[in-house]
């Protein structure tokens, strides 16, 4: 006779799907700056796992997505993309009198930009 088949783990294995969005949660929680320890606690309460390595497991995923990211971002577009959003800055500050933030966006433009160290402007 076949022994009943007895599952020691309270929750089924995660979906690829649900892996896939536990996954991008944790990469939000990686930018908002969440240190390991508070997001294998809310991981564990959200998605009812009992033990932290799956969590890990999802950690580990995270940042090796992280990084594909930035190897497949080429540095001329992301240098773009920068300079973009340093011109909403500068034209923002500048219409809010906010000289210094002004400044110090088009400081940060030059750096990006290589053009000299931006000191002498």
Known sequence: MRPENTNKHKHPKATKEEQRRQTIQIMEWLTLGWSRQKICTEGCRLWGYTNDRVIDARIKQARHEFREAWNNTDRQEFVAQQLSRLDLVVEKSFEQKQLAVTHASIL??????????????
């Open 108 to 121: 940060a433009q030059c750096k990006l930009l290589g053009v000299g160290d931006g000191s002498k402007f």
